[in-house]
């Protein structure tokens, strides 16, 4: 249950005008702009030689990379949803409301960024309740979406849907069909649909693919729109929206469009690729993106998802 009031009245007349966006619809599918909003420092990959005791200490860049993002997105008209650490809410509320302003959903993205995999179902409704109760107060909207750090509902974690949906969660944008070292199910549904669980049924928005050979590739963002070529991305979502007539989820971190960030000196091999590479670039590729797609945010894409081709998965 929610530990605040939300003041409804208030939050109606405070909520920017939806302007449409300049692209033609021509039919072409409303596909799901996701920003997860954290610091440089607070990435899964840097755990071990981060320790949140220290997050303070760092030089804090979150709020200039997510500002040059709204930037970015009000050119285009495009407005899309922001997962929000509850950590980072705390600290810049206003930040919060400039999302907001912006005409941006805020939806969760945990308080203390801890992998749900390595917490308790108790850890984790307080970690979700921490967030909401940060997320809510900042931007007097209520919050009805979650995306786990680093895709972090996988088989040994489905349980956290159950939590999500007890604390009346509409929506999770957690899993992604696909393998890796540190998330992933690789046999999960690839398309926006409903899962049903014992305690109800959420929507579920999975990462994006696209499906070579009986096997999903992740055309969804982050790094591997920032390391494979722009192609890849463009193909795969041109793919998913003409070929499969489903709308694509893409996430992307405010530190990957930030290429003057501070560089920490222990991280090595793959973490330095995957978290330094071609980050002066992606600026620019975002502003490609949303001029080739449509986007929007994750309530405006399920509003168009039909309950005929939203498929129950039970798990
Ligand atoms: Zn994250």
Redesign the pocket.
Known sequence: MNTIEIDRAATAVAAPPRVATHHQDNGAILNAMTI?V?DYFQ?SAFDHIVPRARWESFESRVCRNTETLLEVFAGANVHGTFFVLGWVADRFPNLVRQIRAGGHEIAS?GYE?RLVYSLSASQFRDDLRRARLALESAAGAPVVGYRA??FSITHQSLWALDVLIEEGYAYDASIYPIRHDRYGIPDWERHIHRVDRAAGSIWELPGSTTKLAGTNFPIGGGGYFRLLPYAWTKRGIARLNEGERQPSVFYLHPWEIDPGQPRLEQVGGLARLRHYGNLGKTQERLGRLVRDFRFGTVSDVLAGVTAPSASAVVA
């Open positions: 997860d954290e990435v993205h960024h750090p680093s």
